[in-house]
């Protein structure tokens, strides 16, 4: 029988578990903490990727596709079986260590917890135009060509950013079509003699002019240069870096990898003995199906370590 008034419910006191982000990765290690009758709390600010994502047909089980408000919803659902009251529309500003665990400071409360996860997620920079993020919700700005790409066979796609970077997703579009233009917005190429050739034998267009503005069409979008020029593509994918929302890690001294995302290990512990993370924030695949993985193998290593501590596993 399924006791929904198990431990999973908050209370002020101490928690087992502190989450921050309610994304894929950390509503996924919420459900399994549920699950293991563990007391959780989610701290979410509203600002997971997922809910950008107009459609995703990569999913696994989602044959027609889900969008991502759709996705969380689903999840938050089925955490609600549990616990109705286990996430905090709130944003976590500062995390300090005590003895035995971590608190975080709120701006209305604290909440101590023996283990925090960190599911805090990354910002994708977006080109200097406006209301681009209402662009990635239509599906005409796209941050995934992992993801969508398929869905794009055969289309006049155009990759934002100088960079070598900017120049690989470019190549990686081309398994999918031979229209491919990369957009350089104005600055110079940095790109070697090797890249160019590269991307000449591709048959990738390469567009230093600086991009003025978008126009929505009905089946795409018009670019619109400083040099007159107007192009016409399906999607536009910014090749233009992230920004790790890691301050929370730097702020209790957890190692960090170049790009400023979290370095953990095969339990996504990070170097500090009570925290973990998941999700885009730690570096590798960003990918719905990775980070919900993320988030079932932390809560698994945190309800084992609970239970060894409270000598209920066998040394």
């Known amino acids: 029988m399924t006791n929904n008034s198990c431990e999973t419910h908050p209370s002020p006191s101490k928690?087992?578990?502190?989450?921050?982000?309610?994304?894929?990765?950390g509503l996924t290690a919420a459900i399994y903490l549920a699950r293991f009758r563990r007391r959780f709390i989610i701290v979410d600010a509203g600002r997971s990727r997922a809910s950008l994502i107009p459609r995703t047909r990569n999913h696994p089980a989602f044959p027609e596709g889900v969008t991502g408000p759709d996705l969380l919803a689903r999840m938050r659902a089925q955490l609600e079986r549990f616990s109705l009251n286990s996430v905090i529309?709130?944003?976590?500003n500062q995390l300090e260590d005590v003895r035995d665990g971590l608190v975080a400071r709120l701006e209305d409360k604290q909440i101590a917890a023996t283990?925090?996860?960190?599911?805090?997620?990354?910002?994708?920079?977006?080109p200097p135009l406006p209301d681009p993020l209402t662009r990635v919700r239509q599906g005409l700005i796209r941050h995934c060509a992992i993801c969508d790409a398929y869905e794009m066979t055969g289309g006049a796609l155009a990759v934002l950013g100088n960079s070598r970077k900017a120049l690989g997703t470019a190549l990686f579009l081309t398994g999918y079509t031979r229209?491919?233009?990369?957009?350089?917005?104005g600055a110079k190429f940095d790109l070697s003699t090797q890249d160019l050739e590269i991307a000449q034998r591709q048959g990738i267009r390469l567009v230093e002019a600086?991009?003025?503005?978008?126009h929505p069409l009905e089946n795409g979008v018009a670019m619109h240069f400083k040099s007159g020029e107007r192009i016409k593509v399906e999607a536009l994918y910014p090749a233009l870096g992230a920004k790790p929302r890691s301050g929370l890690a730097a702020g209790i001294g957890v190692r960090l990898h170049?790009?400023?995302?979290i370095i953990v290990d095969e339990h996504q512990r990070t170097s500090h003995p009570r925290c973990?993370?998941?999700?885009d924030i730690v570096t590798g695949?960003?990918?719905?199906?990775?980070?919900?993985?993320q988030g079932e193998i932390a809560a698994v290593d945190i309800h084992n370590s609970l239970r060894a501590a409270e000598g209920r596993a066998l040394p």
């Open 89 to 92: 529309e709130s944003e976590v």
């Open 276 to 279: 973990y993370a998941a999700g």
């Open 179 to 185: 229209n491919v233009l990369l957009c350089s917005m």
């Open 115 to 126: 283990y925090v996860i960190l599911a805090t997620g990354i910002i994708d920079v977006q």
């Open 258 to 261: 170049e790009d400023a995302r």
């Open 15 to 25: 928690v087992d578990c502190l989450i921050i982000g309610g994304g894929p990765a």
């Open 285 to 293: 695949l960003n990918q719905i199906g990775v980070a919900m993985a």
């Open 210 to 214: 600086r991009l003025v503005s978008l």
